[in-house]
Structures are given as structure tokens and as C-alpha cells.
């Protein structure tokens, strides 16, 4: 199983990324898929996530990216997104995904994840 996610880089406060979560050797459809951020000298935060299809793939955001990020997921290219708009320089962080292999409402516990792919650098500075 590998996850790679990409799509960071550098952009001004009020920018957008979109962010991919890019999977290999499983289905993503078949798991809860979350986004999760680490600053430095912080521990990893729960962003988002989306919960397998057959239960519905309901998705959580953290209160901080509430209206402003969106996760998504293509079945047709096995990629979960996340659409970050209006960016602010408090979004500064090294982005990850994860896959929480049991078949339950995703969570953006840090815990409930099993597989983690590299983080994708994302900084917002003007």
C-alpha cells in the first residue's frame, strides 16, 4: 500500500491548492480517507476526511477549515482531493493522507489512521 500526496507549494493568503492523495495497491473508495497537518513544533491535526462509499462517504472538517477547504474523492483515478481556498498563513504545514481501514464513519483522529503516505509542503506567506 502506498499513498502519495501532492499539490503543496507557495502561495499568498487568500490563495487556493488542491491537494491529491494518489493511491497504490488498494481501492481509497473502500476506506475512510482523512487529511491531516503538522506544523512545526505542533502535533498532526485531523483537516478533514471522507468515509467509505457504502456507508454513505460522508465527509468532517475541522472548525479552523470549516467553508473554506473541501475533500473530495475520483473513483475513476483512485485520488481523494482537498480543495483549499482562502488560504491563511495559519494553514502553514506539511499536509498528509491517510487510510483507516475498518468500515466506520471517518474520524480526524490521528489514531483510527493505519497507512500514511509523504507530506506535501504547503506555506502561505505573503
Known amino acids: 500500500v502506498q499513498l502519495q500526496a501532492s499539490g503543496g507549494g507557495l502561495v499568498e493568503p487568500g490563495g487556493s491548492l488542491r491537494l491529491s492523495c494518489a493511491a497504490s495497491?488498494?481501492?481509497?473508495?473502500?476506506?475512510?480517507i482523512g487529511w491531516f497537518r503538522q506544523a512545526p513544533g505542533k502535533e498532526r491535526e485531523g483537516v478533514s476526511c471522507i468515509s467509505i462509499s457504502s456507508i454513505g462517504g460522508t465527509t468532517y472538517y475541522a472548525d479552523s477549515v470549516k467553508g473554506r477547504f473541501t475533500i473530495s474523492r475520483d473513483d475513476r483515478t483512485n485520488t481523494v482531493y482537498l480543495q483549499m481556498n482562502n488560504l491563511k498563513p495559519e494553514d502553514t504545514a506539511d499536509y498528509y493522507c491517510?487510510?483507516?481501514?475498518?468500515?466506520?464513519?471517518?474520524?480526524?483522529?490521528?489514531?483510527?489512521?493505519?497507512?500514511w503516505g509523504q507530506g506535501t509542503q504547503v506555506t502561505v506567506s505573503s
Open positions: 491517510g487510510t483507516d481501514m475498518l468500515p466506520r464513519t471517518c474520524t480526524l483522529w490521528p489514531s483510527d489512521y493505519d497507512h
Open positions: 495497491g488498494l481501492t481509497l473508495d473502500l476506506y475512510g
